[in-house]
C-alpha cells in the first residue's frame, strides 16, 4: 500500500497571503495524484486530479504540481472560504489511499 | 446533476452487519465511466476507501477490509450498496458513497454524497 505523507499538519496563515502544502508517496504514483477540500460537518471536494489539473468550477487560484512523489498543492492568495482540511490522493495503485490531511487555519 | 444519497441505520451492535445503500440521482447509475465508491472516515480522522464497484457487478476491495466487505450494485433502483460484517468499535465513522470518475474529462471522486455516521455499540 502507498503512504501519502503529508506537511506540514497545520498551517496558520492569513487570508491574502499564499498557502503551500505538500504530499510525498511513499513509491512513485506517477502524475496520478488528487487534492480535495473538506469543511467542517462536509464531504471532501475534489480540486485538482492528475496532479495539475483544476476540477470542474474550482477557481484559478488553486494548483497543483508534481509527479512521481513530491507533489504541491498552492492557494495563490487565501480567500476566507478556503480555510479547510487539505487531503491528496493517489489512484496510481489499488487500494487507492489518502494522506491523513493539512489543516490550514487562519492566523 | 448527479446526486447521492446514504441511507441505512445509524446504529449497529458490535459483531452485527453493518449495511448501507447509496441512492444516485440525476443521472442513470449504469451511463459514464464511473465506479461507486464507499469511503469512510472516523471522527476526527482521515479518509479510507472501503471499495468500489463497476456497473458490471465487478468489484475492488481494500485489503485491509477485504474479509469482511461486500460491495454490490442494483441498476434496476440506481442504487449500490455496503456490507460490512463482524463489526466493532473501530468501525464507528461516518460513510461516504462517492462517484469516481474515469472517463477521460476528468479522473478522481467527483461527486459525493452528504455522509451518514454509522456508531458500533451495544
Known amino acids: 500500500e502507498i503512504v501519502l505523507t503529508q506537511s506540514p499538519a497545520t498551517l496558520s496563515l492569513s487570508p491574502g497571503e499564499r498557502a503551500t502544502l505538500s504530499c510525498r508517496a511513499s513509491q512513485s504514483v506517477s502524475s496520478y495524484l488528487a487534492w480535495y477540500q473538506q469543511k467542517p460537518g462536509q464531504a471532501p471536494r475534489l480540486l485538482i486530479y492528475?496532479?495539475?489539473n483544476r476540477a470542474t468550477d474550482i477557481p484559478a487560484r488553486f494548483s497543483g504540481s508534481g509527479s512521481g512523489t513530491d507533489f504541491t498543492l498552492t492557494i495563490s492568495s487565501l480567500e476566507p472560504e478556503d480555510f479547510a482540511v487539505y487531503y491528496c490522493?493517489?489512484?496510481?495503485?489499488?487500494?487507492?489511499?489518502f494522506g491523513q490531511g493539512t489543516r490550514l487555519e487562519i492566523k | 446533476q448527479v446526486q447521492l444519497q446514504e441511507s441505512g441505520p445509524g446504529l449497529v451492535k458490535p459483531s452485527q452487519t453493518l449495511s448501507l445503500t447509496c441512492t444516485v440521482s440525476g443521472g442513470s447509475i449504469s451511463s459514464g465511466s464511473y465506479y461507486w465508491s464507499w469511503i469512510r472516515q472516523p471522527a476526527g480522522k482521515g479518509l479510507e476507501w472501503i471499495g468500489r464497484?463497476?456497473?458490471?457487478?465487478?468489484?475492488n476491495y481494500n485489503p485491509s477490509l477485504k474479509s469482511r466487505v461486500t460491495i454490490s450494485v442494483d441498476t434496476s433502483k440506481n442504487q449500490f450498496s455496503l456490507k460490512l460484517s463482524s463489526v466493532s468499535a473501530a468501525d464507528t465513522a461516518v460513510y461516504y458513497c462517492?462517484?469516481?470518475?474515469?472517463?477521460?474529462?476528468?479522473?478522481?471522486?467527483?461527486?459525493w454524497g452528504q455522509g451518514t455516521t454509522v456508531t458500533v455499540s451495544s
Open positions: 464497484v463497476y456497473t458490471s457487478g465487478n468489484t
Open positions: 492528475d496532479a495539475s
Open positions: 462517492a462517484r469516481d470518475n474515469y472517463g477521460g474529462d476528468i479522473y478522481g471522486l467527483d461527486v
Open positions: 490522493q493517489q489512484r496510481n495503485n489499488w487500494p487507492s489511499t
